[in-house]
């Protein structure tokens, strides 16, 4: 059949494509069989932070090296029963800890779009660096990321692919790897929308083994609201309203991409929307409240890898100060984690200490619950957990989405990724939504035409993200549709 020569065509485009890319990290032989379900022939790649307990899930590091997993993550086995055929397991940043993909024992990963064949080698984004190469380079039909503060929709946004970070809380976290719980997603990342809302439709479920999974009649009540902005508008945009947020635009955005959003900016009013400038003050504050709590999290979460529990094991030495126990400990920590997660570690036990809570920890919880405030005064849609008293504000009008360029630049060269900074700058576009757990959806817009390298194509491509309120995820995918 049709879906079986594609099933090989995936396998065969992997075998020749990525010695170069470097997307995967394990590929998983053909089936013999698959159930029949509404994901039948479509291939799907999977972050290698998912269990899966016929490959390995080594999250790019040399702690979980040689780790198999005892049981299957809540989403692949919910991929597997709607009839996916789970194609192998993908490159990523060091327990997802970075934004170019560069943090991996298993190597950098090579963005595989290249407009001018010059191989140049640029960066795939990170931290599912893999998982978006692989959808552009046409090795899968999708892949399955995960995001904390903009890991799939950074690597959309430079491969060209679309990346979606549901709400928090719709994917079920079973069976993924902790990096920071509170604000860790499973995402989508595909080449088309309409295999991305066929996978979203199986994986987005009620589990009861995930503490943090939504339940079904919240999550009902959530999407009602939105398919009533949605219902009148058919193929028009008549009436819906969107809000560009001034914070956005920092001058590090290039002009290449500002041109850019406002080409996409006409297409959406012609359409019918409304188009209204807003605020979201507390935005500059995002990330470094990001940077602490997503350090302080993993500093907890990445505790258990002590070489005897979970982790590499590294054998004591003679250090007579220390008992073999701490020996083991620290050689193993020492060993098993790279210099960015070990970065990581220190920042969050420190934010974490008695000196530093209040300063810190504390300070960035309050930062966290500005911005979601800031979110939610500006929706008119209103937020289910929140409990403050939702709107009518009279003082900014109210919008269903925002719209926002979804990075400050195209894919950096992987030979400047050496300066951490300027990757940590990446990010300052995608926290907001992460740390109020809002629905995120990058979506590709292509290069503008011009003569690279001799001959007439697109150059990079850059992503705009659409960002709607919690729940809201089937109303974002829709008008990512009107800009398919
Ligand atoms: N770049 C961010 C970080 O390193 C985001 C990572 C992610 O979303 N997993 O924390």
């Not at 290249?114 to 984004?125: H, N, Q």
């Not at 009861?208 to 999550?219: H, L, Q, V, Y």
């Not at 590090?252 to 009013?269: A, H």
């Not at 990079?460 to 829709?478: C, E, K, Y």
Request: aromatic share 8%; net charge neutral.
């Amino acid at each position: 059949s049709r879906s079986v020569s594609a099933r090989c065509e995936h396998r065969e485009i992997i075998s020749e494509k990525n010695p170069s890319v470097n997307a995967f990290v394990n590929v998983s032989p053909r089936p013999a069989s698959l159930r029949k379900g509404p994901l039948s022939g479509l291939t799907i790649a999977v972050k290698d932070n998912i269990a899966t307990t016929t490959l390995p899930t080594t999250c790019s590091s040399d702690m979980l090296r040689d780790f198999v997993s005892p049981f299957d993550a809540t989403v692949i086995r919910l991929l597997q029963e709607s009839g996916a055929d789970i194609i192998g397991k993908t490159n990523l940043d060091e327990f997802g800890m970075g934004s170019l993909n560069v943090n991996s024992i298993h190597g950098p990963v090579r963005n595989p779009f290249d407009p001018s064949s010059t191989l140049e080698g640029r960066s795939a984004g990170g931290s599912s660096g893999g998982s978006a190469a692989a959808v552009a380079a046409g090795m899968c039909n999708a892949a399955l990321g995960t995001d904390t503060g903009g890991s799939v929709r950074l690597p959309a946004s430079y491969c060209g692919v679309f990346g979606l970070k549901p709400s928090y809380g719709l994917i079920s976290r079973w069976g993924v790897v902790s990096y920071a719980d509170s604000l860790d997603c499973v995402g989508i990342l595909a080449s088309e929308l309409n295999t991305m809302q066929r996978v979203f439709n199986s994986v987005a479920k009620y589990d009861s083994m995930d503490p943090t999974s939504a339940p079904t009649e919240i999550r009902l009540s959530a999407s009602n609201f939105a398919s009533k902005v949605m219902s009148s508008k058919g193929t028009t945009l008549n009436g819906l309203r969107i809000g560009i947020p001034q914070e956005y635009f920092p001058k590090e955005v290039s002009p290449d991409i500002l041109d850019r959003v406002r080409g996409v900016v006409t297409q959406l009013k012609e359409r019918g929307a409304t188009i209204i400038p807003v605020s979201l003050p507390s935005t500059s504050y995002a990330l470094s409240a990001y940077y602490v709590l997503a350090s302080a999290e993993a500093s907890s979460n990445l505790a258990r890898y002590d070489g005897v529990q979970y982790g590499s094991y590294v054998k004591p030495g003679l250090d007579t100060d220390k008992t073999k126990t701490a020996q083991i400990y620290a050689r193993s920590r020492a060993t098993g984690f790279g210099p960015e997660v070990q970065k990581r570690i220190l920042l969050g036990t420190y934010a974490l200490s008695a000196d530093a809570f209040d300063n810190y920890f504390l300070q960035a919880q309050r930062i966290r619950q500005v911005i979601k405030d800031d979110f939610n005064r500006i929706f008119r849609i209103p937020n289910y957990f929140s409990d403050s008293p939702c709107h009518p504000n009279e003082i900014s009008p109210t919008i269903d989405v925002l719209l926002h360029p979804s990075a400050i630049r195209t894919a950096p060269l992987l030979t400047e990724s050496r300066s951490n900074l300027n990757s940590y700058v990446q990010d300052v576009l995608t926290v907001p939504a992460s740390l109020a757990g809002l629905p995120a959806l990058s979506v590709p817009i292509p290069g503008p035409l011009g003569n690279v390298g001799g001959g007439s194509s697109h150059s990079w491509p850059i992503g705009i993200s659409i960002v709607g309120q919690w729940g809201t995820d089937d109303m974002v995918l829709a008008i990512g549709k009107a800009l398919e």
